[in-house]
């Protein structure tokens, strides 16, 4: 028998964080973790069903094939990817075809042998063809219920033949009624047969369907319920049933009455026995996929592909489940599975798509999305893919070419009514970077505004996430736009914007009556827009050795392990960012050698947050360059620093949180972490005696039993069942400025994922309160005194050492909502760089720097691992090869950075906000500042 429903299941949990979670429409950090975002995953093929539907699924038998259990029973099922990225029963394509005629084989038959009298074994038989019945005495039992109906054995009530020939026939009418849409018809008619046959079993596997297809699921339940009773052993009323149960949200009867279907399927062998237990594989694997249990889910589909390894839709769930666990891999060979069985299973293109586009593989990932794109008409597109399409481009920093998918994607987004404020939140934000703040406006305006035809109540939670940001983004635009001839030493948001603004932002929320009534919006923008001033070739002439050393040194940030886009827009801000430090570091060398200081405008320092006057220039004020420069790049990310935040936040511990797994999802950046991060929680827990719950009590462990465990531990659970319950501990790091001075680094964190089955979170978080800022800002400051006085000394090798020890510092320190690792590492290699010896390796494969420090105790565990393949001969005492030399050693691959000194002053080439979003977007590119 065929699969009767159609069953959206939910999106998966991120995997990522953004990304799971994170998730997300703002790109990635080159490097490191930051805070995740909301998650992200779209559905990858919009069902007309809901979440909660049903719909008939058919077999080679046709739609509404009624068939009692017989030999020449067929049965197939798809599932289709949700509406929200799940897995779901899809109706097969030859569910168009009503059942063939005769009275052999077919389904309109087999239902008529299902309401065959017991008078006549015999009669029964002609009337089916093939269909033998004796073997599991189907028809013996009929005849017993009957009686029992109608007060006893061979009772005056039971139906004569008559009865019986005219309920085939009239059932044979419903299902061809059913096979062709009239559903109520066909109801109709099965109802009377059921008045006076109320077990009859084809009538109510039949009536069942039809219910099914008009949503009645509680009706469908009844009928199948019915059918079980009269004949427990058809494995069909069960697996109907069960599907009816998923529907409704009875998971636990639904995989009950589908694990029954699995053990009767083999009674009646035949060669559709295995493939209807796939089918019941497959729903339970929908199932489990639904309770997030990533795990059994997996389980259930490999059953099904075993068994049936034809049906590519089991594949393409397969992958879903795969890929919710964080194994991008497998769930993407699943998905070349499933194209290669069915190459026009569009959703097996979409998630394979996205899959890709998570681990990273971002040109595989744009081939694989135009292939599911090229199944549409052209002029109806899938907004979904188009979306995905737009996001990958955004988060590689192709923001021109973003926009251009989204102007495609709109206008079919509003003619269907779907996705129109996730497309128009999109757009905005590249037109935002872009500098195009008339258009980002614009954009933002109407995703503020927006409502659906079907009213507010029906947005989604990320839908109403992107209006709470359109909110202060589209102020934060206007800041930008009334900036734009400031200069860029003066210009600082984090000083500029509101405290409260900032940190709602951050959160993603919906604004405060504090913020409005304490907190007028930014000026509008003039009616007429200014003409662009003109860039005279003299300008282009200074700039574009600039963005060609900024170019060559902004690659080096790429991380390369799974999760990491390439964004060409944040590489080119990076190398930027580190000429205009190197190019700083080497004047405030200069003047110390000279015997002066040099003293900077504290308007433009986040340090002074915005105040008048002058101070000396210090270690925040090298980190602002960077700062600025990853703000400017991409404006719609919370880059800010903490301490600017609220006093109320601040002093609660605002900081990032990067999960290495959540529940049964892998990160698919962080997860490599895991192990190390495992081990050094139970050097802590042991070495310290206990952990710290939610309430920051001391949870004792200092028992031998406990220790034993901790030290068995090899998974998160194993750890969980020692301490019992949510968990963390400090990682300490040694202070260098301060002898036997032991600083708080960042807390690994163990809890248990509610509402989801062996589920746990381990993460890291780093809250940032005023003690730990005062602690690590003395940290940094001496460790930046002491590059200062290294770089003035010339002693390259002790320079070196000194730039490890203060990123190390930094890193631990996390004192940005967002990007610290990103513009740690850029601070890495512009120091490097201002000190005459540039860093020219990249990094290595399956290597994070920011990890590095984060899981070492002391800055000289984090230099000897970093040192080893960063390093410039300089930095190791040794001469510097002649730039010919060094580029034939790297085989002419290796970088040749000029001289800082040769090249133009960042500061002046690049003095205001509008020159470095100019800059930014290329020369080539569409002028909009």
């Known amino acids: ?167 085939s026939i009239a059932i044979q009418l419903a299902v061809t009624q059913i096979n062709s849409g009239s559903i109520v018809e066909a109801e109709a008619i099965l109802d009377k047969v059921l008045v006076k046959t109320p077990r009859e079993l084809g009538a109510r596997v039949a009536r069942g369907t039809a219910r099914a297809l008009r949503r009645d699921l509680a009706g469908a339940v009844e009928d199948f319920g019915v059918a079980i009773e009269v004949e427990p ?174 102007d495609r994607a709109l206008p079919v987004a509003e003619a269907r009514d779907e996705q129109v404020i996730e497309v128009l939140y999109l757009r905005a934000i590249c037109y935002h970077a872009l500098g195009a703040a008339r258009e980002a406006v614009r954009d933002y305006d109407d995703c503020l505004g927006h409502v659906p035809k079907t009213g507010i109540a029906n947005v989604s939670e990320e839908a109403r996430q992107f209006q709470f940001l359109s909110f202060y983004q589209k102020d934060i635009a206007l800041y930008f736009y009334h900036s734009l001839e400031r200069r860029a030493k003066d210009f600082c948001p984090d000083s500029e914007l509101p405290a409260v603004f900032k940190e709602l932002w951050c959160k993603k929320g919906p604004p405060t009556a504090e913020l409005i009534s304490h907190f007028p919006p930014q000026p509008p923008l003039p009616l007429t827009p200014a003409p662009l001033p003109p860039v005279s070739p003299a300008e282009m002439e200074r700039l574009r050795p600039l963005t060609a050393a900024a170019d060559q040194l902004g690659v080096l940030l790429q991380n390369h392990h799974q999760g990491f886009l390439p964004n060409v827009r944040q590489q080119r801000a990076a190398g930027y960012a580190a000429v205009e430090l190197a190019q700083a570091l080497r004047e405030v060398v200069a003047a110390r050698r000279a015997g002066r200081q040099v003293w900077v405008r504290s308007e433009g320092s986040s340090g002074q947050a915005g105040s008048a006057g002058r101070h000396l220039f210090g270690w925040r004020d090298a980190m602002d360059i960077v700062v600025k420069w990853r703000q400017l790049s991409e404006p719609n990310d919370q880059v800010v620093w903490v301490d600017l935040l609220t006093r109320r936040e601040f002093e609660q511990g605002f900081g990032s949180h990067t999960p290495m797994f959540s529940g049964q999802t892998k990160c698919v950046r962080y997860y490599m972490n895991f192990a190390r991060a495992l081990e050094l929680q139970k050097e802590v827990l042991l070495r310290e005696g206990h952990a710290f719950d939610a309430n920051n009590n001391t949870i004792p462990v200092g028992s031998e039993a406990k220790r034993a465990a901790i030290r068995a531990a090899r998974t998160a659970e194993d750890m969980y069942q020692v301490l019992q319950q949510d968990s963390w501990v400090v990682v300490p790091i040694h202070s260098v400025a301060r002898a036997d001075h032991m600083m708080e680094g960042t807390r690994l964190t163990l809890v248990r994922v509610p509402n989801q089955p062996d589920a746990y979170e381990f993460s890291i978080r780093t809250p940032v309160t005023p003690p730990r800022w005062k602690d690590f800002d003395a940290e940094l400051e001496a460790a930046f005194e002491g590059i200062l006085a290294a770089f003035a000394e010339d002693d390259l090798p002790l320079l070196a050492s000194r730039i490890m020890t203060y990123c190390y510092y930094w890193y631990n320190f996390m004192p940005l909502a967002r990007g610290t690792a990103a513009v740690g590492y850029t601070t890495m290699l512009g120091l490097f760089w201002g000190a005459g010896m540039p860093v020219t390796a990249t990094i290595p494969k399956d290597y994070q720097v920011d990890w590095e420090a984060i899981l070492a105790q002391h800055p000289d565990q984090f230099t000897a691992s970093v040192s080893a393949w960063l390093y410039p001969p300089q930095a190791r005492g040794q001469v510097a090869p002649a730039a010919e030399l060094e580029a034939a050693a790297g085989g002419g691959k290796a970088p040749v950075f000029p001289a800082i000194d040769a090249l133009p002053p960042v500061s002046e080439v690049l003095g205001t906000v509008r020159q470095r979003i100019f800059a930014l977007n290329g020369e080539n590119s569409k002028r909009y500042v």
Not at 35 to 51: L, M, N, T, V
Not at 105 to 115: D, E, I, L, V
């Open 233 to 406: 052993r058809y494995a069909d009323s069960w697996k109907r049933r069960g599907q009816a149960r998923s529907a409704l949200g009875d998971h636990e009867g639904a995989l009950a009455d589908l694990q029954k279907a699995i053990d009767l399927a083999p009674l009646f062998g035949g060669p559709d026995s295995a493939q209807s237990r796939a089918e019941c594989y497959v729903e339970k694997g929908m199932i489990y996929q639904k309770m997030r249990d990533y795990r059994r889910a997996c389980r259930e589909l490999q059953q099904a592909v075993k068994l049936d390894g034809s049906n590519a839709q089991a594949w393409n769930v397969l992958g879903l489940c795969s890929t919710s666990q964080g194994d991008i891999r497998d769930g993407v060979r699943a998905y070349e599975k499933a194209v290669e069985l069915n190459p026009k299973l569009k959703e097996g293109w979409v998630n394979m798509g996205q899959a890709l586009k998570e681990e990273g593989r971002t040109k595989e990932a744009e081939r694989v999305l135009l292939k599911a794109l090229a199944l549409d008409p052209p002029d109806q597109p899938a907004v979904h893919v188009l979306r995905v399409l737009a996001q990958m481009k955004q988060q590689k920093g192709e923001h021109a070419a973003a926009i251009k998918l989204l």
């Open 1 to 167: 028998m065929p699969a009767l429903f159609v069953q959206a299941a939910p999106a998966p949990a991120a995997p990522a964080p953004s990304s799971s979670s994170s998730a997300t429409t703002s790109p990635a950090d080159a490097a490191g973790p930051s805070k995740p975002a909301a998650p992200a995953a779209e559905p990858a093929a919009q069902q007309k069903a809901g979440a909660a539907t049903a719909a008939p699924s058919t077999g080679r038998g046709g739609v509404a094939s009624t068939s009692a259990p017989s030999s020449s029973s067929t049965s197939s099922s798809s599932s289709s990817s949700s509406s929200n990225g799940g897995a779901a029963s899809k109706p097969s394509s030859k569910s168009a075809s009503p059942p063939p005629p005769g009275p052999s084989k077919g389904p309109a038959a087999a239902a008529s042998t299902a309401s065959s009298s017991s008078s006549s074994k015999a009669a029964a038989a002609g009337a089916v063809g093939e269909c033998d019945v004796e073997e599991v005495d189907c028809v013996a039992q009929q005849k017993a219920a009957r009686a029992a109906a109608a007060g006893g054995p061979g009772g005056a009530a039971s139906p004569d033949m008559q009865t019986v020939l005219n309920n």
